[in-house]
Antibody
Framework: EVQLEESGGGLVQPGGSLRLSCAAS????????MSWVRQAPGKGLEWVAN????????YYVDSVKGRFTISRDNAKNSLFLQMNSLRGEDTAVYYC???????????????WGRGTQVTVSS | EIVLTQSPGTLSLSPGERATLSCRAS???????LAWYQQKRGQAPRLLIY???SRATGIPDRFSGSGSATDFTLTISRLEPEDFAVYYC?????????FGQGTKVEIK
């Protein structure tokens, strides 16, 4: 079955750290760019980060630069998000997503996990 | 950063009616580098449209996208009960990717 499954969320105090994981199955993980997208409670979607197949390119939204690090392990079909110096505004459901592509540089998020909840609170 | 503004915030319609959702970009998104997603309550988003007008695999043809540069539209020709959800536009012209704030399509 083709799926992405996130794990590693939970309750953490402000200033703390958390590492999210995303396990891919049923896809050739190493051939895709991957992404993290988050959604704060009752709010819209916010793109967080993208990573290229060989980790040679990584992109982040400004609000997490210097605090979050996206990485992957192609041998284990896994995507990660290391989150440090967490703040209340980082509270959200974090989704792992596959970046599909079509000719003409069209990229899109075509496969999503169910998400993992991260709550930053004292 | 490209800001996407969706309108209306909420659309109240009945099954069978036509839904027209708007997404306006603060600057051109290039060669139609715009996607649409549907999100139902408690679920992950689902890709509907990419390249402004290309339907994703498995998406019914009642969903269509149009527009260019800064003005885009998602049209649902005849609303089915399962179409009542929140819809987001998203650009991928450059980094950072951004989403619109969403349009909720609710049952009237």
């Amino acid at each position: 079955e083709v799926q992405l499954e996130e794990s590693g969320g939970g309750l953490v105090q402000p200033g703390g750290s958390l590492r999210l994981s995303c396990a891919a199955s049923g896809i050739t993980f190493s051939t895709y760019w991957m992404s993290w997208v988050r959604q704060a409670p009752g709010k819209g979607l916010e793109w967080v980060a993208n990573i290229k197949q060989d980790e040679s390119e990584k992109y982040y939204v400004d609000s997490v630069k210097g605090r979050f690090t996206i990485s992957r392990d192609n041998a284990k079909n896994s995507l990660f998000l290391q989150m440090n110096s967490l703040r209340g505004e980082d509270t959200a459901v974090y989704y792992c997503a596959r970046i599909g592509s079509m000719p003409g540089k069209h990229w899109f998020l075509d496969l999503w996990g169910r998400g993992t909840q991260v709550t930053v609170s004292s | 950063e490209i800001v996407l503004t969706q309108s209306p915030g909420t659309l109240s319609l009945s099954p069978g009616e036509r839904a027209t959702l708007s997404c306006r970009a603060s600057q051109s998104v290039g060669d139609n580098y715009l996607a649409w997603y549907q999100q139902k309550r408690g679920q992950a988003p689902r890709l509907l449209i990419y390249g402004a007008s290309s339907r994703a695999t498995g998406i019914p043809d009642r969903f269509s996208g149009s527009g260019s540069a800064t003005d885009f539209t998602l049209t649902i020709s005849r609303l089915e009960p399962e179409d009542f959800a929140v819809y987001y536009c998203q650009h991928y012209a450059n980094s950072p990717w951004t989403f619109g704030q969403g349009t909720k399509v609710e049952i009237k």
